[in-house]
C-alpha cells in the first residue's frame, strides 16, 4: 500500500495504512465528540442541534413525537460509532462495517466542527490565522474532510459490488 493510500480494500475488509499521529488524533477526536454528544443537548449546543436537526421542520408537534420515538436511539448510533473508531483507532485492519462506523464518525466530527468554526465553501486557513486554537481546530476539520474522501474512495460504489 503506498503511503498515499491510507486505506486498502481486500476481499474481507480494508487494511489501514495511518500514521500514528493519525490514529492519536482519530482516538481524540473519538474521546472528544463522546463528550460533545453526552454533555450537551441540541438546545444549548448549535453543533449538536446540527447533528440532529427536526424531523418535521414546518411541524413542530410532530417532530417532538419523532424525537420522543427516535432522539434515544439516534443518540446510541453515534456514541458507538465514536466506540468504534476509538477501539479501532490503532487497527491495522477494518472490516467494512467499521470502516462505515469510521466514516459516519468522522463525518459527525466534521459537522461539529465545521458549526463551531462557521467553515462554508469558501473558508480557507486565511480566515482562521492569528487565533491558534482556531487554526489547531480547522487543519483538524481540514484533515478529517480529507480523510473522508479517501474513506469515500476505498468504499467504492456499493452497486459495484456483487
Do not use: C
Not at 37 to 50: F, S
Not at 118 to 143: H, I, K, L, Q
Request: no cysteine; hydrophobic share 40%; proline share 6%.
Amino acid at each position: 500500500m503506498r503511503r498515499s493510500e491510507p486505506f486498502r480494500r481486500d476481499d474481507d475488509g480494508f487494511a489501514v495504512a495511518l500514521p500514528r499521529a493519525a490514529r492519536d488524533l482519530l482516538a481524540s477526536v473519538a474521546a472528544q465528540m463522546r463528550e460533545v454528544l453526552t454533555g450537551t443537548t441540541a438546545d444549548d449546543d448549535p453543533a449538536v442541534a446540527r447533528l440532529f436537526p427536526q424531523a418535521y421542520p414546518d411541524d413542530p408537534m410532530r417532530s417532538i413525537e419523532f424525537e420522543h420515538v427516535a432522539a434515544d436511539d439516534l443518540q446510541r448510533d453515534r456514541l458507538e460509532r465514536f466506540d468504534v473508531l476509538a477501539r479501532t483507532a490503532k487497527a491495522r485492519w477494518l472490516t467494512e462495517e467499521q470502516m462505515l462506523d469510521w466514516m459516519r464518525a468522522i463525518n459527525d466530527a466534521r459537522i461539529v466542527l465545521g458549526v463551531r468554526l462557521d467553515v462554508t465553501e469558501e473558508t480557507s486557513f486565511t480566515d482562521v490565522d492569528g487565533d491558534p486554537e482556531r487554526v489547531g481546530s480547522y487543519r483538524t476539520y481540514a484533515y478529517l474532510s480529507a480523510l473522508l474522501e479517501t474513506i469515500v474512495h476505498a468504499l467504492g460504489d456499493p452497486t459495484d459490488r456483487p
